[in-house]
């Protein structure tokens, strides 16, 4: 398992990536596009510096937006969905998507987990 991406809710996807584009060197961006299945607008921005930036807007985020809170989920990239799936529920967290195929991704599948320690996204690898 390992670290993708960190989701980042924002009320404008344009005002977000201006941001990142003045602190971060963006080496590459994804998107931006609509993705119907997770009800989200997203883009992905590449950073030279670190770990990759997926902005997230769309009625999926609005709650967060209007609390002023920005971070959404961390994303797992994983060998087998399934099975960490299974592993994060019996250590306590609870599946809010099941495996959805994603746009962003070019249709990997990703499932959501409410846990612990927030929303977790998990990525298959495959």
């Given at each position: 398992?390992k670290?993708?991406?960190?989701?980042?809710?924002?009320?404008?996807?344009?005002?977000?990536?201006?941001?990142?584009?003045?602190?971060?060197?963006?080496?590459?961006e994804?998107?931006?596009?609509?993705?119907?299945?997770?009800k989200?607008?997203?883009l992905?921005?590449?950073v030279?510096?670190?770990?990759?930036?997926?902005?997230?807007?769309?009625q999926?985020?609005?709650?967060l937006?209007?609390?002023?809170?920005?971070l959404?989920?961390?994303?797992?990239?994983?060998?087998?969905?399934?099975?960490?799936i299974?592993?994060?529920?019996?250590?306590?967290?609870?599946?809010?998507?099941?495996?959805?195929?994603?746009?962003l991704?070019?249709?990997?599948?990703?499932?959501?987990?409410?846990?612990?320690?927030?929303?977790i996204?998990?990525l298959?690898?495959?």
């Open positions: 398992m670290l993708h991406h960190l989701g980042i809710a924002t009320k404008s996807l344009e005002k977000a990536k201006d941001f990142v584009c003045s602190t971060h060197t963006v080496i590459r994804i998107g931006p596009i609509w993705d119907p299945n997770l989200a607008n997203l992905m921005l590449v030279n510096e670190g770990i990759s930036i997926e902005l997230v807007s769309g999926v985020v609005n709650s937006v209007k609390k002023n809170i920005s959404y989920h961390y994303c797992y990239e994983v060998e087998n969905i399934n099975n960490k299974e592993l994060f529920k019996k250590e306590g967290g609870s599946q809010i998507i099941k495996p959805t195929p994603a746009k991704f070019n249709g990997r599948l990703v499932s959501f987990i409410y846990t612990p320690i927030g929303l996204e998990l298959n690898n495959n």
